[in-house]
């Protein structure tokens, strides 16, 4: 079985050790690279979200200071990859835009926004020097070490079913405020939600793929 995911023999504390350690290090390399392009940073990006629904589904095995402190660095270390993400997302947002709506092709504001926002992107990738990515690396590179060595035990998947209910009902408990006309906020906070639960189904799907493949 791929160390992304799991299978139900064994350990299921070990299997997400292996899996947490699997993208933790994933996300390592592909900061590597001196000028790292903007897909491989947002594979960085990517990587360092699941290793942390894997951490969150191995929460019950962990003590709580562990537990925090591995999500705060992961979280912090994600979040220096978001500026060059948001201008990217922005971008292509309003080219689709002027593409369906072809008065906004020739309006000066609309080209006086895209101009800016690439001004935007240019910013975050200076931003992104071999400074900032050596600081990201030796982050990714400690958390890497500490996922190899976490004491979680040999204990079975029912011992993290909590965890998987947590997950799911984080998501469920801000659906109310995302239905209607709901904020922005509002819509982001149940997609990251969501988001995290897709990549928690993910992870465990094998031990039940048609079930836990259909909810993914």
Known sequence: MAA???????????????????????????????SPPDETVHQARKAIKKSRTALRLLRPALS????????????????????????RVLIEALAQLRREVPALRTNCAAATLAARLQQELSTARRRLNARTL???????????????RLSVGRQGWSVLGPAMRHIYRRA?????????????????????RVKDLRYALKIVGPIQPRALGALE
């Not at 992961?74 to 220096?80: N, P």
């Open 4 to 34: 992304k995911t799991v299978d139900a023999a064994g350990s299921g504390t070990r299997a997400l050790q292996r899996v947490l350690h699997h993208y933790v290090r994933a996300a390592r390399k592909c900061l590597t690279e001196a």
């Open 172 to 192: 469920r408990r801000v659906l109310p405020t995302a239905s209607g006309h709901p904020a922005d906020e509002a819509l982001h906070e149940w997609r990251k």
């Open 64 to 87: 709580k200071s562990r537990f925090w402190r591995a999500n705060r660095s992961l979280r912090d270390t994600a979040h220096g990859r978001n500026p060059l993400r948001d201008a």
């Open 134 to 148: 050596r600081a990201a690396c030796r982050t990714l590179r400690r958390e890497e070490r500490r996922a190899g």
